[in-house]
Nanobody, 115 residues
Framework: VQLVESGGGLVQPGGSLRLSCAAS????????MNWYRQAPGKERELVAG????????NYATSVKGRFTIYRDNVKNTVYLQMNSLTLEDTAVYYC?????????WGQGTQVTVSS
């Protein structure tokens, strides 16, 4: 089982990034997918989630209207489009797959917002 995040990096405030999480080794379409983030000295927090078919999404209040989660069940990949980034979005972003009785995590990708 693997969840491999990519797309992180350094971006200026107001900029955009798209994170990707490629899944393998399990039935991707059977899992609810989430993006979490953890900033230095803070708890890991849920950023966004998407249902198995992609028809339902949810967002943290802090990112609503700026971030979009979507998935491609053919490519076994979930994405997080992040726009209008702020300094407070700096964190390690983690991909998470979950269903009752089972869950997996990726290794994380660093997003740094800095001028």
């Amino acid at each position: 089982v693997q969840l491999v995040e990519s797309g992180g990096g350094l971006v200026q405030p107001g900029g955009s990034l798209r994170l990707s999480c490629a899944a393998s080794g399990f039935t991707f379409s059977s899992y609810y997918m989430n993006w979490y983030r953890q900033a230095p000295g803070k708890e890991r927090e849920l950023v966004a989630g998407i249902s198995r078919g992609g028809g339902s999404t949810n967002y943290a209040t802090s990112v609503k209207g700026r971030f979009t989660i979507y998935r491609d069940n053919v490519k076994n990949t979930v994405y997080l489009q992040m726009n209008s980034l702020t300094l407070e979005d700096t964190a390690v972003y983690y991909c998470n797959a979950v269903r009752p009785g089972s869950g997996y995590w990726g290794q994380g990708t660093q997003v740094t917002v800095s001028s």
